[in-house]
């Protein structure tokens, strides 16, 4: 069974910035492997929608990003680690969410259990 696990979520003040990873385990040849797979960050904050972040190619070749985190936000990837990365700079009131990591081929998703993000005064 395909895993994904979020680390490095916490408390911050305004214009601070906070790394968090995305470590990915359970891969078979039912499953293919993590490199096959795109990767998303997606956010919901309090009384909010859930919403993408942004996402990575299964190459790291490609990205996107919302427009509300352009600039200051950016995603990455180590195929070799089964890990993914999203690097925040520049936090707001707003970015307070909890953030998940998710694991995208075809119609096919893996979600991670999330992790908190307060960006807090």
């Known amino acids: 069974q395909v895993q994904l696990v979020e680390s490095g979520g916490g408390s911050v003040q305004p214009g601070g910035s906070l790394r968090l990873s995305c470590t990915a385990s359970?891969?078979?040849?039912?499953?293919?492997?993590?490199?096959?797979?795109?990767i998303q960050w997606h956010r919901q904050g309090p009384g909010k929608e859930r919403e993408l972040v942004a996402g990575v190619s299964s190459d790291g070749g490609q990205t996107l990003y919302a427009d509300s985190v352009k600039g200051r936000f950016v995603i990455s990837r180590d195929n070799t680690k089964n890990t993914a990365y999203l690097q925040m700079n520049n936090l707001k009131l707003e970015d307070t969410a909890v953030y998940f990591c998710?694991?995208?081929?075809?119609?096919?998703?893996?979600w991670g259990q999330g992790t908190q993000v307060t960006v807090s005064s």
């Open positions: 359970g891969f078979t040849r039912n499953t293919y492997t993590f490199n096959k797979y795109a």
């Open positions: 998710v694991a995208r081929r075809a119609s096919t998703d893996f």
